[in-house]
């Protein structure tokens, strides 16, 4: 039997679309560029959260989805396992276009984008916006004076994650996770996946993640965990 080979450019893009892993991601310069560009082509972007997703994520699941990116999470789950739903809350309001785009390039019709982001009480925040679009963030970057931003929603997570009931949670919001996961109500949640930044939160932030998740009766799941992508669930 020949072995396997990776896919070409060729293969990966047709029609308009790059092709990864069965899902198409319309053509956008803005969005769709340089190495997000290559990963998406040979299979490789979010290689360490996919794994994880294919591993924990089951039928009947309902995802919630802290930071939405390019619909890339969404779309996975939403394809690959037959879930109830996927919330993403994504604070970059240039994506969510592109991200109901890919939904419908898809066809993921149980999938809910909200221009927001979960957090201990109602609010706003400045978010900062840069080129490439996928830079931008939460914070100021060293080097940078009076960088141009927006004013983006924070929704109270409590009445939010009430409503949703989630059963996984998928999480990569660039360090602030030492800051909300332990605020959020995890009692629901069987599964976690999530990307952490040591460099930026360090060895305490490492640890208050890991408290709160062993609080709420999750333990570290090893086979779904990779370097900084860390995975939790409720039983092996």
Same mark, same amino acid.
């Given at each position: 039997?020949?072995?396997?080979? @990776?896919?070409?450019? !060729?293969?990966?893009?047709?029609?308009?679309?790059?092709?990864?892993?069965?899902m198409? #991601?319309?053509?956008?310069?803005?969005?769709?560029?340089?190495?997000?560009?290559?990963?998406?082509?040979?299979?490789?972007?979010?290689?360490?959260?996919?794994?994880?997703?294919l591993?924990?994520?089951?039928?009947?699941?309902?995802?919630?989805?802290?930071? +939405? +990116?390019i619909?890339?999470?969404?779309?996975?789950? !939403?394809?690959?396992?037959a879930?109830?739903?996927?919330?993403?809350?994504?604070?970059?309001?240039?994506?969510i276009?592109?991200?109901?785009?890919?939904?419908?390039?898809?066809?993921?019709?149980?999938?809910?984008?909200t221009?927001?982001?979960?957090?201990?009480r109602?609010?706003?925040?400045?978010?900062?916006?840069?080129?490439p679009m996928?830079?931008s963030?939460?914070?100021?970057?060293?080097?940078?004076?009076?960088?141009?931003?927006i004013?983006?929603?924070?929704?109270?997570?409590?009445?939010?994650? !009430?409503?949703?009931?989630?059963?996984?949670?998928?999480?990569?919001?660039?360090?602030?996770?030492?800051?909300?996961?332990?605020?959020?109500?995890?009692?629901?949640i069987?599964?976690?996946?999530?990307?952490?930044?040591?460099?930026?939160? +360090?060895?305490?932030?490492?640890?208050?993640i #890991?408290?709160?998740?062993?609080? @709420?009766?999750l @333990?570290?799941?090893?086979?779904?965990?990779?370097?900084?992508?860390?995975? #939790?669930?409720?039983?092996?």
């Amino acid at each position: 039997m020949p072995r396997p080979t @990776a896919p070409t450019e !060729a293969d990966a893009i047709a029609g308009g679309v790059i092709k990864s892993r069965g899902m198409r #991601f319309p053509k956008d310069p803005q969005i769709i560029q340089g190495r997000v560009r290559k990963l998406l082509r040979t299979n490789g972007y979010e290689a360490k959260e996919t794994e994880a997703a294919l591993r924990v994520v089951k039928e009947g699941d309902v995802v919630l989805e802290l930071g +939405g +990116g390019i619909g890339y999470m969404s779309t996975l789950v !939403a394809t690959k396992r037959a879930i109830k739903s996927v919330h993403s809350f994504e604070a970059n309001p240039q994506l969510i276009p592109y991200i109901r785009k890919v939904h419908a390039a898809n066809g993921v019709t149980n999938a809910h984008v909200t221009n927001a982001i979960l957090g201990p009480r109602k609010g706003s925040v400045d978010f900062y916006v840069r080129d490439p679009m996928l830079g931008s963030s939460m914070d100021v970057l060293e080097g940078e004076v009076d960088p141009p931003s927006i004013k983006v929603d924070v929704l109270n997570a409590k009445p939010v994650i !009430a409503d949703i009931k989630p059963t996984v949670l998928i999480c990569d919001i660039e360090g602030a996770e030492v800051d909300l996961i332990p605020k959020l109500d995890l009692s629901g949640i069987r599964a976690a996946i999530l990307e952490t930044h040591p460099q930026w939160i +360090g060895p305490t932030g490492i640890n208050t993640i #890991f408290k709160a998740f062993m609080d @709420a009766g999750l @333990a570290y799941y090893h086979r779904g965990s990779h370097g900084k992508v860390l995975c #939790f669930r409720t039983e092996w």
